[in-house]
């Protein structure tokens, strides 16, 4: 069981770094066409409903990236001091009340719209029109991949119900352990206190 929601995690986790790259395709985008518009005086119409659609893109795709790596905002002022089993059923209730109706019809509604943008071959309304049914395809997309996400987030909350402690998650991009990283490069802090009262001497005779 923990092999498959692991192995559901790393697709998740693939779509969003895959997704990210729209970053740079954006930074590129919004540099070329202040360029074109303010140095060449050839603005583009197209180009903001592309940096829209691109932007839309990447944030809808993270949905599953961040929720298999347990990023989402919470209110875990109280929640955080409960026992895990305690946790996980909590989640389990808000999971099933409000996240599974929710993205169940943002999934099927999404394709609704994708299939009739495609059926009208629609576009936008700039001067220079783009297709606007890829970007509606990514609606039911992201809604499947996050609810396939959250079923996994489901069954992690029965097991910890039943084991009392939650399963292990993959480790991904985290912040810096500032004391591990003084331990990396044999620093104490009485190193960093002694540097400090050097730096205040010079200081003082300056």
Same mark, same amino acid.
């Given at each position: 069981?923990?092999?498959?929601?692991?192995?559901?995690?790393?697709?998740?986790?693939?779509?969003?770094?895959?997704?990210?790259?729209?970053?740079?395709?954006?930074?590129?985008?919004?540099?070329?066409?202040?360029?074109?518009?303010?140095?060449?005086?050839?603005?583009?119409?197209?180009?903001?409903?592309?940096?829209?659609?691109?932007?839309?893109?990447?944030?809808?795709?993270?949905?599953?990236?961040?929720?298999?790596?347990?990023?989402?905002?919470?209110?875990?002022?109280?929640?955080?001091?409960?026992? #895990?089993?305690?946790?996980?059923?909590?989640?389990?209730?808000?999971?099933?009340?409000?996240?599974?109706?929710?993205?169940?019809?943002?999934?099927?509604?999404?394709?609704?719209?994708?299939?009739?943008?495609?059926?009208?071959?629609?576009?936008?309304?700039?001067?220079?029109?783009?297709?606007?049914? #890829?970007?509606?395809?990514?609606?039911?997309?992201?809604?499947?991949?996050?609810?396939?996400?959250?079923?996994?987030?489901?069954?992690?909350?029965?097991?910890?119900?039943?084991?009392?402690?939650?399963?292990?998650?993959?480790?991904?991009?985290?912040?810096?352990?500032?004391?591990?990283?003084?331990?990396?490069?044999?620093?104490?802090?009485?190193?960093?206190?002694?540097?400090?009262?050097?730096?205040?001497?010079?200081?003082?005779?300056?």
């Amino acid at each position: 069981m923990q092999s498959i929601l692991l192995a559901v995690d790393r697709f998740s986790t693939w779509i969003g770094k895959a997704f990210a790259w729209s970053v740079v395709v954006l930074t590129l985008l919004i540099s070329w066409e202040v360029f074109s518009r303010y140095v060449l005086n050839k603005p583009h119409a197209w180009v903001l409903d592309a940096q829209i659609m691109l932007y839309g893109t990447l944030f809808m795709t993270a949905g599953a990236y961040t929720l298999s790596k347990n990023g989402h905002v919470r209110g875990d002022v109280l929640y955080g001091f409960l026992r #895990p089993r305690t946790q996980a059923i909590i989640d389990l209730t808000l999971y099933l009340l409000f996240f599974l109706p929710g993205v169940v019809a943002l999934t099927w509604a999404g394709w609704i719209y994708f299939q009739e943008s495609l059926a009208i071959n629609e576009q936008t309304f700039s001067a220079d029109a783009l297709p606007l049914y #890829p970007f509606k395809f990514v609606i039911p997309l992201a809604g499947a991949v996050l609810l396939v996400q959250g079923v996994v987030e489901i069954i992690r909350c029965i097991v910890c119900i039943q084991a009392g402690a939650w399963p292990t998650r993959e480790g991904d991009v985290e912040e810096v352990d500032v004391e591990k990283l003084k331990e990396m490069v044999h620093v104490k802090d009485a190193d960093l206190e002694a540097l400090d009262r050097d730096m205040a001497l010079n200081e003082v005779k300056k």
